[in-house]
């Protein structure tokens, strides 16, 4: 192999070298992202607060009268996933805690819509159901007092009068 | 014949009636209020019956078991188990005693959260198993970790002396009910806990 056969190897590999470090440059950067303990305690940190913010909005849907099952039935899967985060955390492994207090919140996007709706829905049945069985019958109650006492003073003209002439 | 002579009756027609037509409302507003609100903890064995609970345990068998919390606080509440594990000579919790009702200083290995509407009931399977060894120069079992639920808790430094009145290694599993106070946004120690009292075999 002459000069020329080694300057060409030589291209080849710089050319192989240069396309690898592009590629590496390329490409995403959470790919090499290693978490810090500070990063992995705020992500757990993070997901705790919004399982605590979707947890008060359950809480008023809840008092409005909503059935909230399925609600914290998606909120205790939220909760399995941050505790494997914070055994993740504890152990030391910090990329895994992220992952899954990710996931955690992740979980929980458009949750608080969600219970705000229920508990707004159920708040107008609460308020409609009130009105047709509680509000309904007393009215219903005085209605047929009021229609007896009509009724007898009715009667009592009517048959009242005619009896006592007899 | 004269009118007056069914007054009696007629008044109790109508208000029967009323009675009737007013029964909706009544029942929504004649309820016998709440006055305990309180919650429960329990465990259940493999076959969720309050039988076959795991005693003698062997090196990296699986156990399962159920806890379970049934909700009466009136609102759908946050809890927090704390699972523990402790030798017969390290701190235990408190529960319905005269005492001051406190958790183990221990640290927790593990939390189970759970929401739990109210009047409502949660069930949730454990599966566990532990990985330890006799040290026969100390006589006593040195535990290395336990894996709950394919999650592996560091137990290192956790040993159990021989008990001469049972002649067995105890090992105390403990699941304490924490609850979540919305005003003071932390966890309080809800006075009760469950237990299992496990014999580690060495065989």
Not at chain 1, 91 to 101: H, T
Not at chain 2, 9 to 21: D, E, G, I, K, Q
Not at chain 2, 51 to 64: A, H, K, L, V
Request: with cysteine.
């Amino acid at each position: 192999m002459g000069l020329r056969g080694l300057l060409r190897g030589f291209l080849l590999l710089t050319v192989v070298v240069l396309v690898l470090m592009l590629s590496v440059a390329a490409m995403p950067v959470r790919v090499f992202a290693v978490a810090t303990a500070d990063e992995a305690r705020a992500a757990v940190d993070g997901a705790q607060a919004q399982i605590i913010t979707c947890y008060g909005a359950v809480v008023e849907a809840e008092g409005a009268g909503g059935n909230v099952t399925e609600l914290a039935g998606v909120l205790n899967e939220a909760g399995v996933l941050l505790s494997r985060a914070r055994v993740a955390l504890e152990n030391g492994e910090y990329d895994l805690a992220v992952e899954f207090s990710s996931s955690c919140t992740g979980m929980l996007v458009g949750f608080t819509d969600r219970a705000v709706t229920l508990r707004d829905s159920a708040a107008r049945e609460r308020s409609l159901d009130f009105l047709v069985n509680v509000d309904g019958s007393i009215v219903g109650a005085v209605a047929v007092v009021v229609a007896g006492w009509i009724l007898w003073v009715h009667l009592k003209r009517k048959y009242g009068q005619a009896g006592s002439a007899v | 014949m004269d009118v007056r002579d069914y007054q009696v009756l007629f008044l109790v027609v109508v208000a029967v009636s009323a009675l009737l037509v007013a029964s909706p409302a009544l029942s929504r507003l004649l309820v016998w209020p709440r006055t305990e609100f309180f919650t429960e903890l329990w465990i259940l064995g493999p076959n969720h019956m309050a039988e076959d609970y795991p005693f003698n345990i062997s090196r990296g068998q699986n156990y399962t078991v159920y806890l379970g919390i049934g909700n009466h606080l009136g609102y759908c509440a946050y809890y927090s188990i704390q699972v523990k594990f402790r030798n017969e000579t390290q701190s235990a919790p408190t529960s319905f005693g005269p005492q001051n009702r406190t958790p183990s200083s221990l640290p927790s290995l593990f939390n189970v959260t759970a929401i739990v509407p109210d009047e409502s009931v949660w069930d949730y399977p454990l599966s566990f198993s532990f990985d330890y060894e006799f040290n026969e120069t100390l006589f006593e079992v040195r535990f290395y970790n336990m894996t709950m639920n394919r999650l592996t808790l560091d137990l290192g430094g956790t040993s159990t002396a021989w008990n001469t009145n049972s002649s067995k290694f105890y090992g105390n599993l403990t699941f304490e009910l924490w609850l979540f106070n919305s005003s003071t946004s932390v966890f309080r120690y809800d006075e009760r806990f469950v237990d299992l009292k496990l014999n580690m075999t060495i065989s």
